[in-house]
């Protein structure tokens, strides 16, 4: 069943940032095209950003879509000026100042289907935006939670409370940062027992106050979470299956993994020429040499660098990275957003990287269109945050990784390259430019490296066979929507 004529409405609600938005509306572009209605809920932080940098048009369905389509915006109370890598400070704002609007949209689609507009059957909410959930619960409407990031990232948000238990939180003091603390095994975690430390965990644990702000509020998520119709995760199950079996045991709902979003849609011609990829949902603007400039190069003889939309570096970070890549003795394109330096940007960049940018070895650009870098003949390696968005990519292109995760799940996220996946290799969390250049050369040329091309070639058969028609994300796909989204409350 695709739900088409059945008169159902899903309402989505993403948390305020580039990699929470694109994969819910990667889903919402896939129910849309299995017949849904669809909201779209940004919140004015995020939606005053999109008209800054794109304009009315890339924020707005097209005429042929508007009739199942629509985008609401909901008031956060959030100043332009709060940088959008202060993840905590949003979610404090989003908490505090949504859950008032959003009841209010829920109470004026009702109003609407008495009028005789389909009801709402779902709200599918960011797991951040928790309140989303409980004001579907309120209002009697059966709710879904996605967690945008991978599955080991949920499992490891998971064992917060368990950390506490066990007494391994919250710090004694910053020096167990650096003193090896932090390398504490925790081989009770399910799914994940083998070499997980707790440096493994997602960075928000690394607490001194048992009563930290951003542990309560992931807690909180985590328990909503529990209370919800479903969960969904945009993985797929062959890719994370020990720790998705291991969620199965810890969630009382059920765990549908539909993705690579992205490549579920390519796979699905209603989707794919459903003309919403003209929703552009990102706030940069992407530099259009970047293609052009990847045509003139080798193919696999490219190092990509791009570590997301949200992490910052320090000045000293910087300049260790350009002096990496100016001696690795590979073209790299590196994306370089105008504010992911903390600090003096200019004095961070060494006069041997300067050369190299000038005789044509690199490319620096704010933005680019990142998927298709990544598919693109000439790119032969991934430095990465280890951002969950970004590694499906890699995966879904077929390319290794080298790995410097900033924060978040995101060193999660590592541990799986190393340990599970085995397509990359990690930098040291101290960088320093000896390290980027002898890595990123074993990564390109290296025994290793050809190991780890290997690994990533075999993964992404895997993804393409999960997107494909009857691959297991397709039928978890069908199952959410016959489960869960169809029915609501029933």
Known sequence: MDGEGCGWHVVMVPFPAQGHVAPLMQLARLLHARGARITFVHTHFNYRRLLRAKGEAAVRPPPAAAARFRVEVIDDGTSLSVPQHDVAALADAVGRNCPGPFRGLLRKLADEERAGAPPVTCVVADTAMAFAATAAREAGVADALFFTASACGLLGYSQFEELLKRGLLPLEDGSCLTNGYLDTPLDWVPGMQQHMRLRDMPTFCRITDANDTMVSEIMGQMKSAAGSKAIILNTFYELESDVVDALA???????????????????????????????????????????????????????????????VMTAEQTREFALGLATCGFPFLWVKRPDIVDGDDVAALPEVFRDELERGGGLVVPWCPQPAVLKHAAAGLFVTHCGWNSLLESVVAGLPVLAWPVFAEQTTNCRQVLECWRNGLDLPEEVESGAVSRLVREMMAGELGKEKRAKAAEWRAAAEAAAMEGGSSLRSVDRLVNDVLLLGNK
């Open 249 to 311: 045991t810890i969630f009382p709902p059920p765990v549908y993994t539909v993705g690579p979003l992205a490549q579920v849609i390519a796979s699905s011609s209603a989707a794919a020429n459903d003309g919403l990829d003209a929703m552009d949902i990102s706030i940069w603007q992407e530099d259009a040499r970047c293609l052009a400039w990847l045509d003139g190069k080798p193919d696999k003889s490219v190092v990509y660098v791009n570590f997301g939309s949200v992490a």
